[in-house]
């Protein structure tokens, strides 16, 4: 029986590389390996025998430098046969020809760079993949369009409708008397007013769902909105996909490029962490903001754009000013409003329903009938510090519906980090102020003060071994019947 999972292939001739890929990723994907272009392409040719001649993997991960070929011509081969395939090259080296290349020879999605993050990994290829299908959907309605215009516009106002409500300010949850009240009410305000938007917080605050908010409630709703993460890309490339290339421009450059303001034309452009771009480009980018127009790299005219620019970072813009590493000229270009979404660390009075939220959403896409958290469990979640924010908040939610059983999450399904925090928090008295030291009980007897941090100490051995007796007992130096009379002695049950 085939695989639900999409279809991995990795091409490596180094065997630890290869397994240290398939470690990531075999959780989520189905992986196939290769040790040479070679062995990859007899692979290909059996899965195209026995699934989908037409795309015999989903995705391949190819080392660029390789016995006997490169990374770039395996995969151009590749695209020839199997244009389906998303195509992915992972090198230790970064030489911009090679990259640019890549982009229009073999048509790889990304270039990924040695030594990479798991978690990185994970995240590329899956976003490869939705990409891929979105790519199949436009496709499709492409062909509607040719056989029927009419009905497909009818179609495309109720899509268009039905992504206009799903992009609302309510979308972005908070309970009762959040402080992202007052950030949405001055975003509603402004989204109707053509000014640009600078939007502020920390990584995973939603500073993307903001964006979108305001061109969906923007006269400029029914045309595009792009965006582009200015920190994932060298500036030799960021320049080219914001504002496109001419052929013959650079090398690889076989045909001409349309930008990311030119596609945006009417609508809106997202540029996410401008604050990581270098000076050179920031020159650029002024440029176009004060004239409205782009010049595609290898050009001599300049082109015309309407576009309504929002930009947003986890950085300090006014900090990066003073230290010259951001113009001030740029800096006040964007900033026509600026709106700062807090971390989550300072909306507790919205982590039970965005929690729910997202639990509700989680328990859908993973087919498991989750009810709801235990209590010790949503303690976890509501006493954590949350560094990633709703990022951080929503994989581990996901991560525990999928390790649970039962109807009720317990908080043994958590990853260790929570429990761990949650056992520092009480140490320390406070749920965020963030120390790793051991608060002492600040009035009270020395029996009873002493007695205080014993029971935190007991606390934090049982939360780092899930309630296990007998680890949380070798762990302190006790046998198991001591932590038992010393938990009975303070009235520390087990949940």
């Not at 996410?272 to 903001?289: A, C, F, N, P, Y």
Request: aromatic share 4%; with cysteine.
């Amino acid at each position: 029986m085939p695989s639900l999972q999409p279809t991995v292939l990795v091409i490596d001739d180094e065997r630890h590389s290869v397994e240290a890929i398939r470690r990531t990723l075999e959780d989520d994907f189905d992986i196939r390996t290769a040790g040479s272009a070679e062995e990859a392409l007899q692979v290909l040719e059996s899965e195209a025998r026995i699934g989908n001649p037409d795309t015999p993997v989903d995705l391949i991960l190819c080392d660029q430098r390789m016995p006997g070929t490169t990374g770039i011509a395996f995969l151009k081969g590749v695209r020839e046969r199997w244009p389906e395939i998303v195509r992915v090259i992972i090198s230790g080296h970064t030489d911009a020809e090679d990259i640019i290349a890549g982009i229009n020879e073999a048509g790889i999605y990304q270039y990924v760079l040695k030594p990479w993050l798991p978690d990185h990994l994970v995240a590329l290829v899956s976003d490869a993949l939705e990409a891929r299908r979105l790519n199949r959907d436009v496709r499709r309605l492409d062909m509607e369009l040719r056989a029927g215009a009419s009905a497909l516009r009818a179609r495309a106002r109720g899509k268009q409708a039905a992504v206009a409500l799903h992009h609302e300010f309510d979308r972005l949850v908070r309970g009762p008397g959040s402080p992202l009240d007052e950030v949405c009410k001055t975003a509603q305000k402004i989204a109707r007013y053509d000014l640009s938007v600078l939007i502020q917080g920390e990584s995973g605050t939603g500073k993307e769902l903001l964006a979108r908010a305001i061109h969906y409630a923007s006269p400029r709703t029914t045309d595009p909105f792009v965006m582009e993460n200015c920190a994932a890309i060298p500036d030799s490339l960021l320049e080219s996909e914001l504002f496109g290339h001419r052929r013959g421009a650079f090398t690889g450059a076989h045909a001409d490029h349309v930008g990311l303001f030119q596609r945006a034309n009417g609508g809106t452009v997202f540029l996410d962490e401008i604050g990581d771009t270098s000076l050179t480009m920031q020159v650029k980018l002024l440029r176009v903001l004060q004239e409205g127009e782009v010049r595609p790299v290898g050009a001599t005219q300049s082109i015309r754009v309407d576009v309504r620019v929002l930009a947003a970072t986890h950085r300090d813009l006014e900090a990066e000013v003073r230290a010259g590493r951001f113009r001030e000229d740029l800096y006040y270009r964007l900033a026509g409003v600026t709106v700062t979404l807090p971390a989550l660390r300072e909306r507790t009075m919205d982590i039970g329903v965005i929690v729910e939220s997202i639990l509700a959403q989680a328990a859908t896409d993973l087919a498991k009938p989750v009810r709801g958290f235990a209590p010790e469990a949503m303690a976890c979640l509501l006493t954590y510090g949350w560094p990633g924010n709703i990022r951080e908040l929503r994989n581990e939610i996901y991560r525990a519906v999928a390790l649970c059983d039962d109807l009720v999450i317990p908080a043994d399904a958590l990853s260790p980090k929570l429990l761990r925090g949650q056992a520092v928090n009480e140490m320390n008295g406070s749920a965020r102020d963030g120390s790793d030291g051991m608060r002492v009980p600040e009035a009270g007897t020395l029996v009873e003060r002493l007695g205080a941090i014993e029971v935190a100490i007991l606390k934090e051995a049982l939360l780092q071994h899930r309630w296990n007796k007998t680890r949380a007992a070798k762990a302190l130096g006790l046998s198991r019947v001591g932590l038992k009379q010393k938990l009975v002695r303070f009235g520390l049950e087990e949940k």
